[in-house]
C-alpha cells in the first residue's frame, strides 16, 4: 500500500516521539491542536514552513541527547525524511518560477529579453549545532 508523505512523516515522529498523539503532532508542528486532523481529513499537503519549523523542534530535541542513542537516531531519521521533502517541493517551486518568467515576461509584452528580478525561492541550508 502506498503511503503519502504526511502518512510516512507521522510514522516516523511516531517512533522518536512514543505516545505522539494527532493534537501532539500539531504542536510539534507549531500549530494548534486540531491542525493536523484538519490537514489530513481534507488531504493537504503540509506547507513548507510548517516542515520546516518541524525540523527545528527535531533539531533541538536531537542536540539534548547522546549521539548515537536509539532515539538521537529516531530522530535523524525524520529530519532526513524532512531534509528530502523539503528539497523536493523547493526544485519543483524553482523550476516552476523559471517556466513563469521565461513565458510571461516575453509574452505580455512583446520583448524577446526581458531584464526580471530573480524570483528563486530562498536557499535551503541543514545545519548541525
Known sequence: ???????????????AFPGLTVRSMSRLLGKSSGYWSSMTSQK???PID?????????ECQ???LPQGSRRACQLESVQGLLCEE?????????AYLEVDVATSGKHLRGETASPTPNRDPMPFFVSRY
Open 44 to 46: 493537504l499537503p503540509l
Open 62 to 64: 536531537r542536540i539534548l
Open 50 to 58: 510548517t516542515l520546516m519549523h518541524l525540523a527545528d523542534v527535531v
Open 86 to 94: 523539503i528539497s523536493t517541493r523547493l526544485a519543483a517551486t524553482r
Open 1 to 15: 500500500m502506498f503511503q503519502t508523505f504526511e502518512q510516512e512523516l507521522y510514522d516516523a515522529v511516531g517512533r
